[in-house]
């Protein structure tokens, strides 16, 4: 996303495009805007209240103890504006680590098999929302969910795309595309998408608004994703930033908040976790402050509660061939 704001400021604020739909386009899309699978919500059900949490918290140092996932970069290996599916991912796969007590390897959820089979956005925008209302039905309803990374890796593609190497692929929603595997060189070898592979499930999803509610969810549950104003983070380099936002055109998760010392002004600021890569920012990270809803952080965010996910030790896993043929 950053290249496409940068040359889209430079022509003015009119020739702005956001990359994160509003209500009308997410209820054009067939999604519920601001949705909850639920008529009332198992966030209102968290018996938490804004004195009962810390005045620092965040799941990247939970006593010593990493439960973050990695951070991601949605321009490589070219531009695509995915930031949606992006932020829905990386909390989706912290509180997998979380529910795994940040034992064994890292699962790492595809971004493309969403860019590829949700239909909830595209290399040009999507929904908030969506990735996680699209996850929840085809759990419910067939019993698998998002893949694994390792069978279905992010090429920063979708359908319409044809930056780069897209234009020579095949986006559409199919097996290869969902989760595939490749057993040697042609003409001998043959890729083919797998019935059964890795994958993550989800039973509940909802939508929250405001610090207090983001705070709760982030402490019981895990990450959340959240919209944001990008426009006022492009040159972030570090600090605490205040900022006011004027649109949500970006998506990113939270992760936790903290504070600064009396010193540095007692601010408190949510840590947040972008997907612009390790370069940009605090490693991929920025401080957004907490309470005044600075880049509009705390105008509508994401979540989702895990069903089940595929892992050694649940002994779940359905074992493929070399060549898949098994699978």
């Known amino acids: 996303m950053f290249i496409s704001l940068l040359s889209t400021l430079a022509l003015g604020a009119a020739a702005y495009r956001s990359e994160v739909w509003d209500q009308q386009q997410t209820e054009a899309a067939g999604l ?14 968290i018996n938490l209240r804004a004195g009962d949490l810390p005045d620092a918290y965040t799941w990247c140092d939970v006593n010593g103890t990493n439960y973050c996932t990695m951070s991601r970069n949605q321009h490589i290996p070219q531009y695509c504006g995915s930031c949606w599916a992006h932020g829905s991912v990386s909390a989706l796969g912290d509180r997998i680590k979380i529910a ?11 971004v493309q098999h969403i860019l590829n089979c949700a239909d909830v956005g595209s290399c040009h925008g999507g929904s908030l929302d969506g990735p996680y209302q699209w996850l929840h039905k085809v759990s419910q309803k067939t019993g ?21 190497l897209c234009k020579a692929g095949n986006w559409e929603c199919n097996a290869m595309n969902t989760a595939r595997s490749c057993s040697t060189f042609p003409p001998e070898g043959t890729c083919q998408g797998l ?10 999803f909802g939508n929250i608004q405001g610090a207090d509610a983001m705070a709760k969810e982030i402490y019981a549950r895990g990450p959340i994703a959240c919209g944001i104003d990008a426009t006022g983070m492009l040159d972030y380099t570090g600090g605490v930033t205040s900022k006011k936002g004027e649109g949500v055109d970006h998506v990113i ?28 920012g605090q490693m991929g990270y920025v401080y957004v402050e907490k309470g005044n809803n600075a880049l509009l952080l705390e105008s509508g965010c994401a979540w989702a509660t895990l069903a089940d996910y595929t892992a050694e030790e649940k002994d779940n896993q359905f074992h493929c061939f070399e060549d898949a043929s098994n699978c």
Do not use: F, M
């Not at 992010?154 to 930056?163: I, Q, R």
């Not at 908040?257 to 370069?279: L, M």
């Open 32 to 45: 519920v805007w601001r949705g909850n699978a639920t008529a009332v919500s198992s966030h209102e059900r």
């Open 100 to 110: 795994r007590k940040a034992q064994g390897i890292d699962i790492n959820l595809s």
């Open 144 to 164: 698998t969910g998002i893949a694994y990374e390792t069978n279905n890796p992010y090429l920063a593609c979708s359908s319409e795309s044809k930056e780069g």
């Open 195 to 204: 019935k059964h592979y890795p994958n993550a499930t989800v039973s509940d």
């Open 253 to 280: 998760s939270v992760v936790g908040w903290g504070q600064q010392t009396a010193a540095e002004g007692g601010k408190q600021y949510w840590i947040v976790r972008n997907s612009w890569g390790e370069a940009w």
